[in-house]
């Protein structure tokens, strides 16, 4: 009885929401909260090749209307793995998922890439747009940008006190990346 309650469990987990396929939508009918998105549900940024790649979440960002194009603009640190990745790559994926997937995220956020295999260790499955960019089958949501743009913060152009303490101390910065929404992906 045991072994086929286990069964009848993994049967349900496999149509779950996590096999729905993807639908493309304008991103202008998109029905998320883009502050929820990347403050609430921890947005995932991956960069590279199907071949080398890396993720992380992401909690900074915002999506918007820029030069007369969808944008999104994320926020990297330079000591981060990813970091490398975003000034190589001429594009980048943006992926939400449900809060089924926290934990994983919890991984995603809180290891290197430079020390383990992030995908292997959370158990997601990679899958690769027309452009050949990273996104994953456990997602809910995705957003395909092509970056079009990058500052470093400028510490002396910070005017209010408590951005500033968030870099007392602090050898790094973060980098702005702005990207135009090529492609956004629902289930």
């Not at 349900?12 to 729905?20: D, N, W």
Request: include cysteine.
């Amino acid at each position: 009885m045991k072994t086929k309650l286990t069964i009848f469990v993994l049967m349900l987990l496999a149509l779950s929401s996590c096999s729905k396929s993807f639908k493309q939508i304008d991103v202008k009918t998109l029905k998320d909260n883009p502050v929820s998105l990347f403050a609430d549900d921890w947005m995932v940024v991956t960069a590279g090749t199907s071949t080398d790649y890396n993720l992380m979440t992401i909690s900074w960002g915002a999506l918007g209307n820029l030069w007369g194009y969808p944008t999104a603009t994320i926020y990297v640190r330079d000591s981060r793995n990813t970091f490398t990745y975003m000034n190589r790559e001429r594009y980048f994926t943006l992926c939400a998922f449900g809060e089924e997937c926290r934990d994983k995220l919890k991984v995603i956020g809180s290891k290197s890439g430079r020390d383990i295999d992030k995908v292997k260790a959370t158990g997601l499955t990679p899958l690769y747009t027309d452009l050949g960019n990273v996104y994953y089958k456990e997602a809910r949501l995705v957003l395909e940008c092509e970056k079009v743009y990058f500052d470093d913060f400028a510490p002396n152009n910070f005017l209010d006190p408590a951005v500033v303490k968030i870099y007392n101390n602090e050898p790094s910065l973060h980098r702005v990346f702005v990207g135009k929404i090529l492609n956004v992906w629902v289930k």
